[in-house]
């Protein structure tokens, strides 16, 4: 949430595998770049989750949804925008037993 918040894309992109799926991106290296390019002209106002659905760990993965109100603005003015989405996650555990983004769909 603070990588979003903030508009690091970079700090954003290491929460994702090297090979991770998104709705608008594959590949840690293209999540970067989309999220670049959205931080760039972009000011986040609020992130905030609720109704989060987590399965039961197995294994190495874990798969759940959260519900997202996201505020923002253009950096260059114009009118605010509010997205309430559904995100749906799967994770997997990366070096150290890190939880990484393998896929996020919204």
């Given at each position: 949430?603070?990588?979003?918040?903030?508009?690091?894309?970079?700090?954003?992109a290491?929460?994702?595998?090297?090979?991770?799926?998104?709705?608008?991106?594959?590949?840690?290296?293209?999540?970067?770049?989309?999220?670049?390019?959205?931080?760039?002209?972009?000011?986040?106002?609020?992130?905030?989750?609720?109704?989060?659905?987590?399965?039961?760990a197995?294994?190495?993965?874990?798969?759940?949804?959260?519900?997202?109100?996201?505020?923002?603005?253009?950096?260059e003015?114009?009118?605010?925008?509010?997205?309430?989405?559904?995100?749906?996650?799967?994770?997997?555990?990366?070096?150290?037993?890190?939880?990484?983004?393998?896929?996020?769909?919204?």
């Amino acid at each position: 949430k603070m990588a979003y918040e903030t508009g690091d894309a970079n700090l954003f992109a290491t929460l994702f595998t090297d090979d991770a799926i998104t709705t608008d991106a594959d590949g840690r290296k293209d999540i970067r770049k989309l999220y670049a390019d959205f931080f760039d002209g972009t000011v986040i106002k609020q992130v905030a989750f609720t109704d989060q659905d987590w399965d039961a760990a197995t294994g190495t993965e874990r798969f759940g949804s959260v519900q997202a109100r996201i505020v923002s603005e253009p950096k260059e003015g114009g009118e605010q925008f509010v997205a309430d989405i559904t995100i749906q996650f799967e994770l997997t555990l990366g070096l150290h037993s890190t939880p990484l983004i393998a896929r996020m769909i919204y």
